[in-house]
């Protein structure tokens, strides 16, 4: 065993990101069982016999097979960077592919706070074994290690830890919370209606999702107060992309619907670039994320089955 091998080089400084973080916690578990005893001990795991530990699989940040056994550690070293309901669709999909075998599913972060309503989502599974830790619970055992270094150990958490406070310090956005709950909104939607567009690129960025394909959907959700009740306008456009295979078809059906009354509330806009809806939408957070993600779906399958056609026909 070497001793005396600092992490530096992949967890200082600007290095310190989640993708390193997770490759830190990954190795510890692979390769020093003391760790991986204290560590299956604080999650409450069983002992089993390890066959692989992954990093960056299936986007899940950690997974740990073996023995019919799954465990899979959703990684964050920044609050800010958590998704609604990610560590659920991770276990969910396990769950669905290996329905016989245990699976264990844990949500890393800088405090036990901010994973706690994701484990909670997947408690509701009768039986399940989820839990929220943080990067502090981790120091301890890192210490006094006997068959691991204690440098790269020890040195290790503390980058991460200290990279972890650099973090928390950094002005927060100045957005309300009723702004941060449309987001969170967004981020969830985009995350459900993957993998009904698998040819489309899905993200979102603030308040809005984009789906990108050869042409562009963009649904825009506000907030606004009014009175006592917070409504959210929602603003569907889309446009030709700049490059795809296949523009030419969507630009053949763009033209093709200027004259049908079907896409009529879609209107240019003052730079002929974009396509807007004259339609008004308005929701409460009680049906905003069933109803923005209905309207969005509609639009984005609308528009593929057009291009669809229209590359059908030219053949």
């Given at each position: ?77 920044a609050n800010a960077s958590k998704t609604k309901g990610q560590l ?98 967004m981020s969830c939607i985009a995350e459900n209606l993957k993998p ?120």
């Amino acid at each position: 065993m070497m001793n005396g091998v600092s992490p530096k080089h992949f967890l200082a400084g600007g290095m310190c990101r989640e993708e390193a973080t997770s490759a830190f916690l990954a190795t510890l578990i692979e390769h020093s069982k003391d760790f991986r005893t204290r560590f299956f001990n604080l999650c409450d795991i069983p002992d089993f016999k390890i066959m692989d530990v992954v990093v960056e699989q299936a986007q899940r940040d950690i997974t740990i097979t073996g023995d019919d056994t799954f465990v899979i550690i959703e990684n964050k070293i920044a609050n800010a960077s958590k998704t609604k309901g990610q560590l659920l669709s991770y276990y969910s999909q396990l769950k669905t592919e290996f329905p016989q075998s245990s699976i264990h599913a844990f949500y890393l972060a800088p405090s036990r706070n901010t994973g706690q309503s994701e484990v909670e989502m997947v408690k509701r599974d009768e039986g399940a074994n989820a839990i929220a830790i943080a990067w502090s619970d981790i120091k301890p055992l890192c210490e006094n290690l006997d068959d691991f270094d204690p440098t790269f150990s020890q040195t290790g958490i503390m980058y991460v830890l200290e990279a972890i406070r650099r973090r928390s310090i950094v002005a927060a956005p100045d957005w309300d919370e009723n702004e941060l709950r449309v987001r969170e909104c967004m981020s969830c939607i985009a995350e459900n209606l993957k993998p009904e567009f698998p040819s489309r690129r899905l993200v979102a960025f603030g308040c809005q999702i984009w789906a990108y394909g050869p042409v562009t959907v963009v649904l825009t959700c506000t907030p606004t107060v009014a009175g006592t009740q917070v409504i959210i306008s929602c603003d569907l456009r889309f446009r030709l992309a700049g490059r795809d295979e296949d523009r030419k078809y969507a630009k053949s059906w763009l033209n093709s619907i200027k004259t049908d009354n079907k896409w009529g509330i879609y209107k240019p806009d003052d730079r002929q670039n974009w396509r807007v809806s004259e339609e008004t939408r308005d929701y409460t957070f009680d049906n905003l994320e069933e109803n923005a993600m209905s309207i969005f779906r509609e639009l984005v399958s609308a528009i593929d089955e057009g291009i669809a056609q229209e590359k059908c026909g030219s053949q």
